[in-house]
């Protein structure tokens, strides 16, 4: 097979900037739904009528590669970045700050690299489902509809909230597989909890409407995490200041939520870090095109022979301890080292504590001096809102859903649980769940979304009632009523609440926990 083309400067330029958006899209798909998930770090799109097979993340950034050895220095988007040769040195540039975007003109690159080239798409004759974080100043709202209705074109938009979506995904999409309908569908309440690229939020949903007063963020998200991670290994072993490609990949692949991290610390003091210790195998570019963990395996072997060497040292440097019988040295013939010819000597990052210290913060922010609390206190604020009757908080309770990237590292799930039931009153009960994929669910609930047309349409905006409507709806934005009253926003996350027979859903609740018998939820008309 023909090894794929490496993407050039040239290459990246012309499909990227060139022409405008409308000119450049000639001849593409039109008449589908795009769904867009714009999230800090990753960008999701998708095509509501080809289903999952059509959906793909990319990064959300512009990144420039260093250039040197492999040719000139290139921008590349999408998926170039993934298909890149070398990563050493590739820096990005990222359209979203702070968890929105603030640089507009480099977001439509993206996105327009992202219709022609990943999706095949001519925007101005497709319809979107778009995701907002919440609490988006009126500026950004502004100009996310400058850009889909005025720029991009499209026909007919629906905007909304990445937990919104993420609840709808869960419910219906997610639970499909697992079998028959449960009391958070019935009942069309829970709480998201949303740990991405640049912040945490917990977003309450009640009878199907997120609540306003139950929505809370914490300000520290993966790119922190990647932050802190570059800093303690520049701190201790390489300058990794300007790899944060790379140091993303060592956090993503060796990075771990720790049960205790007292506990965990006091492994680490085992000779050379014990069974903590992991070695990063960093790319080249050349023999190592992407990073890896070293095999546990052959670390403990590794491992173990270094440590009979190690201890006859060890007798060497104390050997005033007194007389000691030295085991007879029989020299262990080793075996030569099979090196191959073309086998590099690989440079490591050696990770100790730094696996389970850099995700402690997301529980612990004041870790490095955040004044913020962790994921779980988010959670147990967000239910706990004066909006909101503790029989209503116990119900949102039974469904606390977990998604975002950094939900990823191993015993995320174990610890969250863990932490957040002391917080919360003993009569609630409490059942928390991780969407299956964290990454795409946003994404997937707006591809269902779209697929229930008349729900879509009756919560989405033509192109033509934007213009007719655009000072009102710009007043509203200033005023902060998009919650509840501008169409186009989506307010439910679904059309109905679902066929549900009053006393079987409180008896459901009830068996949950014992503070819900008082509960009435609505009945479907
Ligand atoms: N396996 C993994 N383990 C830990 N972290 C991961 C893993 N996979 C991805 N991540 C992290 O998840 C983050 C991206 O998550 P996600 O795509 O949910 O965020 P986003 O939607 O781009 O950001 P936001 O919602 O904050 O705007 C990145 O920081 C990435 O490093
Ligand atoms: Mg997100």
Not at 235 to 243: K, L
Not at 324 to 345: L, N, S, W
Not at 352 to 378: K, W, Y
């Amino acid at each position: 097979m023909a090894p794929k083309k490496r993407p050039t400067a040239s290459g990246a330029k012309s499909a990227s900037t060139h022409g405008g958006a409308t000119a450049s899209f000639t001849g593409l798909r039109v008449g589908v739904t795009v769904v867009i998930d714009a999230g800090g770090g990753t960008l999701k799109v998708g095509i509501a009528e080809d289903g999952v097979g059509s959906t793909r993340v990319l990064a959300n950034a512009g990144a420039k590669t260093k250039g040197g050895g492999h040719g000139a220095a290139a921008t590349l988007f999408g998926a170039e970045i993934d298909e890149a040769r070398d990563v050493n040195g590739m820096t990005m540039r990222r359209p979203v700050d702070r968890g929105y975007v603030v640089n507009w003109e480099l977001e439509r690159e993206v996105l327009a690299h992202a219709f022609r080239h990943a999706l095949g798409v001519d925007p101005s004759g497709c319809d979107l489902v778009v995701t907002e974080p919440p609490f988006a100043l009126p500026s950004v709202m502004e100009k996310l509809d400058e850009t889909v209705f005025e720029y991009f074109k499209f026909r007919r938009v629906c905007v909304a909230t990445p937990a919104a979506l993420v609840k709808r995904y869960a419910d219906f999409v997610d639970e499909k597989k697992r079998g028959a309908k449960d009391l958070s569908v019935l009942s069309r309440s829970g709480i998201v909890l949303d740990c991405g690229f640049s912040f945490a939020h917990a977003t309450t949903i009640l009878d199907g409407k997120q609540v306003v007063k139950g929505i809370r963020r914490l300000n520290l998200g993966g790119k922190t995490l990647t932050n802190y991670l570059k800093e303690l290994v520049s701190f201790r072993q390489w300058n990794m200041m300007d790899e944060s490609v790379v140091i993303e990949d060592v956090k993503e692949k060796a990075c771990y939520v720790a049960d205790d991290a007292l506990v965990e610390l006091e492994k680490c003091k085992e000779r050379r870090g014990g069974v903590v210790r992991r070695e990063y195998v960093l790319p080249d570019g050349i023999h190592v095109l992407r990073g890896y963990v070293r095999e546990e395996e052959a670390e403990k072997k590794e491992n173990d022979d270094s440590d009979e060497d190690d201890d006859d040292e060890d007798d060497d440097d104390f050997g005033a301890r007194g007389p000691k019988k030295r085991k007879k040295k029989v020299p262990i013939p080793k075996k030569p080292k099979v090196v191959k010819a073309d086998e590099p000597d690989h440079q490591v990052l050696t990770l100790v504590n730094e696996r389970f210290m850099v995700p402690e913060t997301l529980f612990n922010p004041s870790d490095i001096g955040a004044q913020q609390c962790g994921v779980c206190e988010l959670v147990a604020q967000a239910v706990d809102n004066e909006d909101m009757e503790e029989a209503h908080q116990a119900l949102c309770l039974l469904d606390v859903i977990v998604t975002g990237g950094c939900t990823k590292f191993a015993n995320f799930m174990e610890r969250f649980e863990r932490d957040l039931r002391p917080l919360l009153s003993e009569t609630f009960g409490l059942r928390v769940r991780r969407v299956s994929d964290p990454i795409k669910a946003a994404l997937l609930g707006g591809m269902h979304l779209a697929s229930d047309r008349e729900f879509f349409e009756s919560n989405s905006i033509t192109r033509e009632e934007y213009a007719a409507k655009k000072a009102d709806i710009r007043e509203a934005y200033q005023n902060f009523e998009y919650q509840s009253t501008i169409t186009g926003r989506l307010i439910e996350y679904a059309a109905e609440p679902q066929t549900v027979d009053d006393k079987a859903l409180e008896k459901q609740c009830a068996a949950l926990t014992p503070t819900l018998e008082r509960l009435v939820i609505p009945a479907a008309q």
